[in-house]
């Protein structure tokens, strides 16, 4: 059973940071394209970032230059590292994976999603 599991959310004040993990388990996930989204109470899901198999990094504009997404291939483990942290970044925050050669910031381009973790930013 392929799981994605995600850890590392929690409060945080306006400024800090936090570092989201999702680990994988199921299948080896190498080849595919991983990375996060996030969803905040009353707004539609939305592109965080993604990680290709060989490094390569895309973000939204809403965080580029303040998080970072890197990975793991031995531990099957992508990261979240979230800088300069603002109250409008409160969201739950999804782990996601996919092979599928498409466009990475569509929801429907993802097989696989972690069950979410919190994030809340304090002003």
């Known amino acids: 059973q392929v799981q994605l599991v995600e850890s590392g959310g929690g409060l945080v004040q306006a400024g800090g940071s936090l570092r989201l993990s999702c680990a994988a388990s199921?299948?080896?996930?190498?080849?595919?394209?991983m990375g996060w989204f996030r969803q905040a109470p009353g707004k539609q899901r939305e592109f965080v970032g993604i990680?290709?198999?060989?490094?390569?990094?895309f973000y939204a504009e809403s965080v580029k230059g303040r998080f970072t997404i890197s990975r793991d291939n031995a531990k099957n483990t992508v990261y979240l590292q979230m800088n300069s942290l603002k109250p409008e970044d409160t969201a739950v925050y999804y782990c996601?994976?996919?092979?599928?050669?498409?466009?990475?910031?569509?929801?429907?381009?993802?097989?696989?999603w972690g069950q979410g973790t919190q994030v809340t930013v304090s002003s």
């Open positions: 996601v994976a996919s092979n599928r050669d498409t466009i990475v910031t569509m929801v429907s381009t993802y097989d696989y």
């Open positions: 199921g299948r080896t996930f190498s080849g595919y394209a």
């Open positions: 990680s290709w198999p060989g490094g390569r990094t």
